[in-house]
Every structure is written in C-alpha cells, then in structure tokens.
C-alpha cells in the first residue's frame, strides 16, 4: 500500500528541537508534532527569563499560552488548515496547581465557539525551558 502522508515544514514556525516534521497529513487528517511557545530563528521563548546555567528564573505562562497558540495557528495555515479545524489537542503543563486556571481562562478566549476536544497533563519537564506544550489533531 502506498503512503498517502505527507510532511509539512512550516518556514514561519519555530523550528523544531529534533528531526520531525512540524505536521504530517494523512488522508483528510492533519496531525501536529508538539508545539510549543518559542519564537522562530532565536532561542527566545516569550515570557521566560533563564539564569547563566540555562535554568527557568522566572516565566509567564500567559506570555507563554498566547505564543504557543499563535505557533498553532501558524502551522495549521500553512499545512492549509484552520484553527476552526482542530478536533483534539492534548495540553502538557509543567506546573498543574500554578498555571492550569489561567491557561483555561486563555483557552476559552481561543476558543469561545465549538472547541475541540481536550486533555491537560501535567509533566515534570519538557524539552527547553518551556512550561506548556500542545499536540494537535485537525482535519483538512
């Protein structure tokens, strides 16, 4: 059988941290890799000051919700998508207890008419020094 996927490289979303694609398409289907808030062609991740040693001194997870959502957003557009179009995003949080009220508060803004389904985990640590992360499942 022959691979109906194919991957999508966005040039206007911050590049990923590994060898995977921003996206790949399968079928009518559009699946993101994890996306999180960092900022394209610099290390910058909004909302975060980091000590000498590359640890988090401080972060702002309203800064940090507000980019990772416009990352989406910009991936989905360029893999011919939409916002509109997300069926399932699955939400990884470093910090349960400190950032889950204000991330809900942001999400309904994003998504104050027919939000997809959703899960929030929280985790230990992500990849860079970021304390949310989404994985994305849309259709096209």
Not at 42 to 57: C, Q, R, S
Request: with cysteine; net charge negative.
């Amino acid at each position: 059988m022959e691979d109906q996927s194919h991957s999508i490289h966005s040039q206007k979303a911050p590049e990923p941290v590994g060898l995977y694609p921003h996206a790949r398409k399968v079928g009518n289907l559009l699946f993101l890799s994890g996306v999180g808030p960092r900022e394209r062609n610099t290390e910058k991740i909004p909302g975060v000051e980091l000590g000498a040693g590359g640890e988090i001194i401080s972060y702002d997870i309203e800064s940090q919700c507000h980019s990772v959502f416009n990352n989406v957003r910009t991936i989905l557009e360029d893999a011919g998508s939409s916002w509109d179009k997300l069926v399932d995003v699955t939400v990884f949080l470093t910090n349960m207890k400190d950032d889950f009220p204000i991330y809900n508060r942001i999400w309904a803004e994003y998504f104050s008419e027919n939000p997809p389904c959703r899960t929030t985990i929280e985790i230990n640590c992500l990849p860079t020094p970021i304390a949310i992360e989404l994985k994305c499942i849309a259709t096209l």
